[in-house]
């Protein structure tokens, strides 16, 4: 059985940093690709970033330098660092492990998911 917990989201002003974590159980973090997307009120969730298993990451076009994806492999713990934070950047932010150690950008290549956390950036 595999679980991903996230925690770190929160309400931030603009401008302003966050970092998500996202602890696994049940997978070892740096034997697939692990992801993060996102999901705002009405819109269908999006890719933000992906680390393979190799450390290569890869990243939304959104993000614009502003993220940072990486991995704690004796935490088993994936972090997203989230700065310069926009209003637009609100949203429900999840974690996911991939099927393979390169996914990438569609969900369908993550086979278990995190509950989310909230992630509000006040203007």
Known sequence: QVQ???SGGGLVQAGGSLRLS???FGRTVNTVAMGWFRQAPGKEREFVAT???GGRTYYADFVEGRFTI???TAKN???LQMNSLK???TAVY???AGR???ARLNSNEYDYWGQGTQVTVSS
Do not use: G, K
């Open 94 to 96: 999840f974690c996911a």
């Open 100 to 102: 393979t150690a390169w």
């Open 22 to 24: 996202c602890i696994a």
């Open 70 to 72: 990486s991995r704690d």
């Open 87 to 89: 209003p637009e950047d």
């Open 51 to 53: 680390i393979w298993s």
């Open 4 to 6: 991903l917990d996230e």
């Open 77 to 79: 713990t994936v972090y």
